[in-house]
T-cell receptor, first 117, second 114 residues
Framework: EADIYQTPRYLVIGTGKKITLECSQT?????MYWYQQDPGMELHLIHYSYGVNSTEKGDLSSESTVSRIRTEHFPLTLESARPSHTSQYLC????????????????FGSGTQLSVL | KNQVEQSPQSLIILEGKNCTLQ??????????LRWYKQDTGRGPVSLTIMTFSENTKSNGRYTATLDADTKQSSLHITASQLSDSASYIC?????????????FGRGTQLTVWP
């Protein structure tokens, strides 16, 4: 069972609102990630962090921002939500957990389904 | 271009039957291949991880195979159960150290009917 938590599970908001999606893990993992997933489509990496005060943009351009002030916490913020931001957002973390560097395990949260009206 | 292609896109089988899902990739250099199960509205959960030297790996009723020469993998599900209904995602990593760059397939949507 993965110890990575996302809140809220579902969020419906109006255009122009500022939102923050929360993600926390209790596994002590240095690496954390945010993915975006639309129905029937592959996951796209939008942000990642390899440790505290380290954040990078992923492959998919996103208007969201992230912060990593504490190891266990990796929130994602949208300053002004738009209908095009409607999607599922998945947070993940990775660590050795007894494996090798090659087989580093990736654990996902349950996701936040965001709907912007 | 590095890609991961999965087939079929969707599959319906009866409870108790076996099925095989396919994954073809062009990712290079290859590091490892992972299969994930994703229930509707949930995050993916890891089933297997295979490196270049591994041809097969099992996790209960799930058995994954890898042919690194032909760049193909399959996930075989034995004696399917209703709870196997989910999307099965193939993910390929291109680097030998840590997690590397991950390439995700679009998944095969499996439905198991009673």
């Amino acid at each position: 069972e993965a110890d990575i938590y996302q809140t809220p599970r579902y969020l419906v908001i109006g255009t122009g609102k500022k939102i923050t999606l929360e993600c926390s893990q209790t596994m002590g993992h240095d690496k954390m990630y945010w993915y975006q997933q639309d129905p029937g489509m592959e996951l796209h990496l939008i942000h990642y962090s390899y440790g505290v005060n380290s954040t990078e943009k992923g492959d998919l351009s996103s208007e969201s921002t992230v912060s990593r002030i504490r190891t266990e916490h990796f929130p994602l913020t949208l300053e002004s939500a738009r209908p095009s931001h409607t999607s599922q957002y998945l947070c993940a973390s990775s660590g050795r957990d007894g494996g090798t560097p090659t087989n580093e395990k990736l654990f996902f949260g349950s996701g936040t389904q965001l709907s912007v009206l | 271009k590095n890609q991961v292609e999965q087939s079929p896109q969707s599959l319906i089988i009866l409870e108790g039957k076996n099925c095989t899902l396919q994954c073809n990739y062009t990712v290079s250099p290859f590091s490892n291949l992972r299969w994930y199960k994703q229930d509707t509205g949930r995050g993916p959960v890891s089933l297997t991880i295979m490196t270049f030297s591994e041809n097969t790996k099992s996790n209960g009723r799930y058995t994954a195979t890898l042919d690194a020469d032909t760049k193909q993998s399959s996930l075989h599900i034995t004696a399917s159960q209703l709870s196997d209904s989910a999307s099965y995602i193939c993910v390929v990593s291109d680097r030998g150290s840590t997690l590397g760059r991950l390439y995700f397939g679009r998944g095969t949507q499996l439905t198991v009917w009673p």
